[in-house]
């Protein structure tokens, strides 16, 4: 059974549609002693349209997972003696900080079904991209209500038969993905030790265990530096070679590193999952380059983690030498740490202030 507060969804497909202004009305004012009353219809309300707001409490899109509708009431129509109809009711989505909107060129969620089925593809045109808690941005607008019959009088026609009619709301089929922002986002390889880093170094809890892929959703971590600052830091789940063709849930993944300003890498330099730290850096690299070139041009640095596993046989170089020796030419500095015990924590979150303290918001 599928439990929904379990569930992350950064990715849905919804159906929106703003309501119809009312239409005006066509009515003559009837009264025992006013034998020649004018026109008095009234106006018809407007459409009430669908808003989407920025809200700090929304997490991910699964509010939409089981509902994915967003639709408005419609006006009411003019009433006599020149009452106006009732405005429909908006309707306001909650969306999470990072949520990107496009808009598809299908017009109901049925109709881009099919195309998804016959293989057609759907296009999508990018519209909104809302990261600034407290916007709100008019998915669909509402329709306008029309006039009653007595805008319509004049000199020559005192007593007019026509009104407006209101018009259509707009509606469409649209698709909403969500990336996180964050000022640093861990990455590595499954069992690196980020969800272990980020749980030591904020009071986020992600989920710690010993096998791939414990981490299966992007979690936010906020980190107190000295004198009141703060970051946020993501815990992107493991990176795989082949991400970038969506070998895994590649692009699920890697879309969250989009909104990060600096990049730590948290590498086993113990090998205890039997692999190389220097060869799981440059394959994450060059995935992160194959993805998206301007990511892999971000500020980096290596947390070389475990370092307390660490068992170097004679004759055998230091790894986090080796690290050191490949990387720190290549402006990528190395600060060695234990998640487990703390060692070396303090000098790793000095280096990401400093770091992020030289870059642009």
Same mark, same amino acid.
């Given at each position: ?38 026109? %008095? ?276 170089? %230091? ?43």
């Amino acid at each position: 059974m599928l439990h929904i507060q379990n569930m992350f969804v950064d990715n849905i497909r919804i159906f929106a549609r703003a309501g119809k202004g009312g239409n005006g009305l066509v009515s003559f004012r009837r009264a025992k002693f006013v034998p020649k009353g004018g026109p %008095d219809g009234g106006d018809g309300g407007d459409g009430g349209s669908v808003i989407l707001e920025v809200d700090p409490h929304t997490n991910d899109l699964r509010s939409f997972f089981y509902d994915p509708k967003l639709i408005a009431t419609d006006g009411v129509g003019g009433q006599s003696a020149k009452k106006h109809g009732k405005n429909g009711k908006s309707v306001i989505g909650k969306v999470p900080p990072g949520t990107i909107i496009y808009r598809s060129n299908a017009s109901s969620m049925a109709e881009a079904t099919w195309l998804e089925r016959e293989g057609e593809g759907i296009e999508l045109e990018k519209i909104a991209d809302l990261t600034e808690i407290g916007t709100r941005f008019t998915l669909c607008q509402g329709g306008i209500g029309g006039k009653g019959n007595w805008h319509f009088r004049s000199a020559t026609n005192q007593a007019p038969t026509e009104a407006e009619m209101g018009t259509e709301g707009e509606e469409g089929v649209f698709f909403m993905e969500l990336r996180r922002i964050a000022d640093a986002g861990l990455v590595g390889y499954p069992n690196a030790g980020k969800s272990t880093l980020l749980g030591d170094i904020s009071e986020a809890k992600p989920k710690v265990a010993n096998y791939p892929f414990t981490t299966l959703q992007p979690i936010i971590g906020v980190v107190e530096f000295d004198s009141f600052r703060r970051c946020v830091v993501a815990d992107i789940p493991g990176i795989i070679e082949g991400a970038h063709n969506n070998r895994g849930l590649g692009h699920e993944f890697l879309r969250h590193i989009e909104r990060t300003r600096v990049m730590i890498h948290v590498v086993d330099v113990a090998s205890t999952e039997g692999r190389d730290p220097v060869d799981d850096i440059n394959k994450i690299n060059k995935e992160l380059e194959a993805y998206n070139p301007e990511i892999a041009k971000r500020p980096q640095i290596i947390a070389a983690n475990k370092t307390d596993a660490i068992y170097v046989e004679e004759g055998e170089e %230091d790894p986090v030498e080796r690290l050191k020796k490949e990387f720190e030419p290549k402006g990528i500095p190395v600060y060695p740490i234990s998640a487990v015990s703390g060692k070396g924590l303090k000098e790793l979150l000095y280096a990401v202030q400093k770091k992020l303290d030289e870059l642009p918001k």
